[in-house]
């Protein structure tokens, strides 16, 4: 099976633009979560879906917003651009919404100019 | 809320020795716990997991992790260390009660490996 993919790999933005950042998980897996890392915070849990329903959330402002599709693809939209949000995004499916591993893709790193 | 402790940044081992990474979690029931590597510029590979049962547990690469519930770590061992294996070792917990998928990571330890 096809790992998680994640596009693009890389981005450049300026402050106070929106992005959108894709992530197509392994197939037949129906969660998905998204994570930030960065040298400061870490990893850090931003939100996950399942069946097109967000079932769990970080601690992020609402400029994170995120969505997920009949096919199971997610995206996350990050508005109004600040610096900060400078840091690698990794996307991670499971097959279930129980205990299960998660799957990590490669990442999209974005950079806020 | 748990957390995962990672006391050790950064580890230099020599090629060929063995080699033990630090993780302690916080939380009242048991947890879920999982030991990912990333190298540089790559996502998260998972080396190995405890849900349940038998405390020592076998990853790939030769990696094993021990669950002690008394001492609150899972502490991730490899007998001997290759060149390969430098790269960064994350420690990860997730539980029933805030959502199995949100998992919550430790620091980080990176492993240099010398010659």
């Known amino acids: 099976k096809a790992g998680v993919t994640q596009t693009p790999r890389y981005l450049i933005k300026t402050r106070g633009q929106q992005v959108t950042l894709s992530c197509s998980p392994i197939s037949g897996h129906r969660s998905v979560s998204w994570y930030q890392q960065t040298p400061g915070q870490g990893l850090q849990f931003l939100f996950e879906y399942f069946s097109e329903t967000q079932r769990n959330k970080g601690n992020f402002p609402g400029r994170f917003s995120g969505r997920q599709f009949s096919n199971s693809r997610s995206e996350m939209n990050v508005s109004t651009l600040e610096l900060g949000d400078s840091a690698l995004y990794l996307c991670?499916?499971?097959?279930?919404?129980?205990?299960?591993?998660?799957?990590f893709g490669p990442g999209t790193r974005l950079t806020v100019l | 809320a748990q957390s995962v402790t990672q006391p050790d940044i950064h580890i230099t081992v020599s090629e060929g020795a063995s080699l033990e990474l630090r993780c302690n979690y916080s939380y009242g029931a048991t947890p879920y716990l999982f030991w990912y590597v990333q190298s540089p510029g790559q996502g998260l590979q998972l080396l190995l997991k405890y849900f349940s049962g038998d405390t020592l547990v076998q990853g790939i690469k030769g990696f094993e992790a021990e669950f002690k519930r008394s001492q609150s770590s899972f502490n991730l061992r490899k007998p001997s260390v290759h060149w390969s294996d430098a790269a960064e070792y994350f420690c990860a917990v997730g539980a029933r009660n805030t959502g199995f998928q949100k998992l919550v990571f430790g620091t980080g330890t990176r492993l240099l490996v010398s010659p």
């Open positions: 991670a499916s499971s097959h279930e919404g129980g205990p299960d591993t998660q799957y």
